[in-house]
């Protein structure tokens, strides 16, 4: 079973930036695929970036241009670089990571004030 720990959440002002981080671990095969998800409050969670194993990588719209993924392959840790954040950013962010099925961190809290 794989187990994903999330972190470098935190509070910062608009326009500040965070590193987040995601290691997996309970696992010796390589992972096809990680990602970031959010929910923010009174929303549905969305995905804001996910990165392959070989290295191709998809954004939100909302977040190109600000948000960088990447990924160290072995170490199996997925980052979440996130610069100019802005108030709407506000969400608990979840680490993704799929092998045969989807496994789920528990989220870490990322609050951007105005």
């Known amino acids: 079973q794989v187990q994903l720990v999330e972190s470098g959440g935190g509070l910062v002002q608009a326009g500040g930036s965070l590193r987040l981080s995601c290691a997996a671990s309970?696992?010796?095969?390589?992972?096809?695929?990680m990602g970031w998800y959010r929910q923010a409050p009174g929303k549905q969670r969305e995905l804001v970036a996910k990165i392959t194993s070989g290295g191709s990588t998809n954004y939100a719209n909302s977040v190109k241009g600000r948000f960088t993924i990447s990924r160290d392959n072995a170490k199996n840790t997925v980052y979440l670089q996130m610069n100019t954040l802005q108030p709407e950013d506000t969400a608990v962010y979840y680490c993704?990571?799929?092998?045969?099925?989807?496994?789920w961190g528990k989220g870490t809290l990322v609050t951007v004030s105005s």
């Open positions: 993704n990571a799929f092998q045969l099925i989807d496994y």
């Open positions: 309970g696992t010796s095969f390589r992972i096809p695929a």
